[in-house]
């Protein structure tokens, strides 16, 4: 069974619509198959394992001895690790593929690693080497516009392109990632 770790913010409630996003998401990869694995706490990672259970999918969370409480209900699986920095790269060793829902300086540091370790091809030698990475929305936008200015940096009219902006896929809603994560990670 293939998995998908979803990255995404611990902050939001079940009556957000973002929560609501994230549980669908959880769910439809469900359906298609894949295990969830996330960060195994609360706000977009409970939502996601819980779409993902009601669906009768499989979760995985990865919890931190930092944070000395329990997983969220709705994890099925928990590996529990010692460090914020063995947290994110178990996050990342376990994924067939990666979804970043909105979030903030967390999940900003998990899709930079996941996508430096990628852009660098470092992933070779852990896990595989490239997998997909969805990004849902518009939310990351700013951080692609930003990071998409580096050639800039070397000349006012650069003629290259960065190949780290081939490592990401922006898909407009979370509707869009499973059936976009089934075509690449099903074939």
Same mark, same amino acid.
Request: proline share 8%.
């Given at each position: ?7 995404g ?21 469900a359906e298609?198959g894949?295990a969830?694995?996330?960060?195994g706490?609360g706000? !977009? &990672?409970?939502? +996601?394992a819980?779409? #993902?259970?009601e669906? =009768? ?8 001895s930092? @944070?000395?409480?329990?997983a969220?209900?709705?994890?099925v699986?928990v590996?529990?690790t ?17 979804v ?7 999940t ?8 430096? !370790? &990628?852009?660098? +091809?470092?992933?070779? #030698?852990?896990?595989? =080497?490239?997998?997909?990475?969805l990004?849902?929305?518009?939310? @990351?936008q700013?951080?692609?516009d930003c990071?998409?200015q580096?050639p800039?940096?070397a000349?006012?009219?650069?003629d290259?392109h ?9 898909v407009?809603?979370v509707?869009?990632?499973a ?9």
């Open positions: 069974m293939k998995t998908v770790t979803i990255f913010s611990s902050l939001p409630s079940e009556q957000t619509p973002v929560y609501q996003e994230a549980m669908a998401l959880g769910r439809a990869l298609q894949f969830i694995c996330n960060g706490y706000g !977009l &990672m409970e939502a +996601s819980r779409g #993902a259970r669906a =009768g999918g499989h979760t995985i969370g990865v919890t931190c930092i @944070w000395p409480r329990p969220n209900a709705w994890i699986e590996v529990h010692a460090s914020f920095p063995e947290r994110i790269m178990t996050l990342i060793e376990r994924g067939d593929a990666y970043v829902l909105p979030g903030g300086t967390g900003l540091a998990e899709l930079a690693l996941a996508w430096e !370790l &990628m852009n660098k +091809s470092a992933l070779a #030698a852990t896990v595989g =080497g490239k997998k997909p990475l990004l849902i929305g518009s939310y @990351w700013p951080v692609i990071l998409d580096e800039r940096l000349s006012p009219t650069p290259r960065l190949a780290a902006m081939d490592l990401i896929t922006v407009p809603d509707a869009g990632a059936p976009a994560l089934a075509a690449r990670l099903h074939s």
